[in-house]
C-alpha cells in the first residue's frame, strides 16, 4: 500500500508545472520578481507557442525573461514592457491578445461557430419532426392485407 501511494505521489508530482525559470535569471528584489513572473506568463514562446515564456526552456524564452526583467529593473511598467514586446514581435507574443477591432473576429469567432452549429441541429431536427407523409388508398389497402 505504500509503494503504491509513492507512486501515485510521484506521479502527482510530475504532472504539476514545472518553471522554467533559471536561478540566475531571478531578481533580488521579490516584488520585482513577482511582477516578471506575472508578466512571463501572460506572454507567449514564440518556439513552442503553446507555452508561456515562464514555462518554457527554449533560448528564445530564456532571452525574454530577461529582457522583461531588464525592463523591470530600469523601472517599465508591466504596460511599456507588453507594448515594447508587442511592437517587437507582434500581437501573437500576448498568450491573451488584446480586445479590439482588429481581433474581434478571433473572439466572437467561438460564439459564431456555436450559433451556426445551433442553427444546423435546429434545422435538421425539426425536418425530423415533418408530418408523416399521408398513404395512398393503394398503399392503405396492401397494408390491410398484411395484416
Do not use: H
Not at 522583461?68 to 514581435?89: C, N, P, W
Amino acid at each position: 500500500m505504500k509503494k503504491l501511494a509513492l507512486a501515485l505521489s510521484l506521479i502527482v508530482a510530475l504532472m504539476l508545472p514545472v518553471a522554467a525559470v533559471q536561478p540566475d535569471e531571478v531578481l533580488a528584489d521579490a516584488a520585482l520578481e513577482a511582477r516578471a513572473r506575472a508578466l512571463s506568463l501572460q506572454l507567449r514562446c514564440m518556439v513552442c507557442q503553446n507555452q508561456s515564456i515562464d514555462d518554457s526552456d527554449a533560448p528564445l524564452a530564456r532571452d525574454l525573461r530577461i529582457l522583461v526583467r531588464e525592463r523591470l529593473k530600469a523601472g517599465d511598467s508591466d504596460t511599456q514592457i507588453r507594448e515594447f514586446l508587442v511592437a517587437r514581435y507582434g500581437q501573437f507574443v500576448l498568450l491573451e491578445p488584446e480586445k479590439n477591432r482588429r481581433t474581434a473576429l478571433l473572439w466572437l469567432a467561438p460564439l459564431i461557430v456555436l450559433l451556426a452549429g445551433g442553427l444546423v441541429l435546429l434545422r435538421f431536427f425539426s425536418r425530423r419532426r415533418a408530418a408523416p407523409i399521408p398513404l395512398t388508398a393503394a398503399e392503405k389497402k396492401r397494408l390491410k392485407e398484411l395484416t
